[in-house]
């Protein structure tokens, strides 16, 4: 069976190959049973490009919740998206993040004399990864080789090799043991600003929070007051809350934050990822089977 696939608004050509990788056909719009979509983040786009024949819109992103709240997710057409495609190289970022505060380079690299060696050894650190997708599953094998003591928050119930698992109501449970906190979980309502006051106060004087999935799950100000006040050890950020970061926003001036500008997926991986997502999906269409990276309408991941 070949697949008729739309890539568009905007036909780039690796995805027009990953298509055609999968035995599937690039059409125009009107003649597509399916659409890999490249374009704008304006749901207005993807909703104007959807017709009676679309069975199946693939997203170019992990994190679709732009989308979701437009209501532009449904169950059909099914919507699927990009979710751990990606897990390999943002979990490298956040590793390379922790290991970057463990050993104190936020400061060390930025001095211009020599002064006390104030860093850590990071083997064998507690590290609570809430959010247990591509990106903490990726994560949990690269900390293997380190003999990290995992605590791991998600909803699946099941998370090989972890020392604790709790769903993600009750995330806060592993906050006092951490010395790492790494924010991996979804964009969603349910998440926006999960991580405050509140939880800040729960965590080590010296513990780490890295958050390499959205700006929006910390509450900035939060942020900024518990890192001045010392409530916490410092942040390891590559998404902030607003983005990009304004020039002369206080967590530019503070000596304990590492900040990244949204990095963590490089361009030649983003594209490996998501040719590949691709590639399996258009077989999987082919052959009646289920999609990878269904996205859930009532969930919005």
């Known amino acids: 069976m070949t697949v008729a696939v739309h890539v568009g608004p905007e036909p780039v050509p690796v995805l027009v190959e990953a298509v055609e990788r999968a035995g599937g056909k690039a059409v125009p719009l009107e003649q597509a049973e399916a659409i890999v979509y490249y374009g ?16 199946w819109v693939q997203l170019p992103h992990a994190g679709v919740e732009r989308w979701a709240a437009a209501g532009v997710i449904t169950e059909q057409p099914v919507f699927t998206a990009a979710a751990g495609a990606y897990g390999p190289a943002v979990a490298e970022h956040a590793l390379a993040l922790m290991l970057a505060a463990a050993r104190g380079l936020h400061r060390h690299a930025r001095a211009t004399s020599w002064g006390p060696n104030t860093s850590k050894v990071f083997a064998g650190s507690t590290v609570s990864i809430v959010g247990f997708g591509g990106i903490g599953r990726a994560l949990m094998r690269m ?23 709790v769903p993600r109501a009750r995330y806060r449970e592993t906050l006092p043991e951490a010395a ?16 405050g006051a509140r939880e800040f106060g729960l965590m080590r004087s010296d513990a ?52 990244t500008p949204h990095c963590a997926n490089p361009r030649d991986a983003y594209w490996h990822g998501l040719a590949e997502r691709v590639t399996a999906n258009v077989r999987r269409f082919a052959e009646g089977a289920p999609l990878e990276g269904v996205v859930s309408p009532s969930q919005g991941f």
């Open 40 to 55: 704008s983040d304006d749901p207005a786009e993807i909703r104007a490009m959807i017709h009676d024949g679309i069975r």
């Open 143 to 165: 900390l293997e080789p380190f003999g990290c003591r995992v605590l791991a928050v998600t909803d699946r119930g099941e998370a090989p090799g972890a020392a604790q698992i």
């Open 180 to 195: 790492y906190v790494v924010v991996a979980a979804p964009a969603t309502p349910q998440t926006r600003g999960m991580f």
């Open 208 to 259: 780490w929070l890295v958050n390499v999935a959205r700006g929006g799950l910390v509450v900035t100000d939060d942020l900024v007051d518990a890192l001045r006040a010392g409530s916490i050890g410092g942040a390891a950020l590559d998404v902030t809350d607003p983005e990009p970061l304004p020039d002369g926003h206080p967590l530019w001036q503070l000596d304990n934050v590492l900040i």
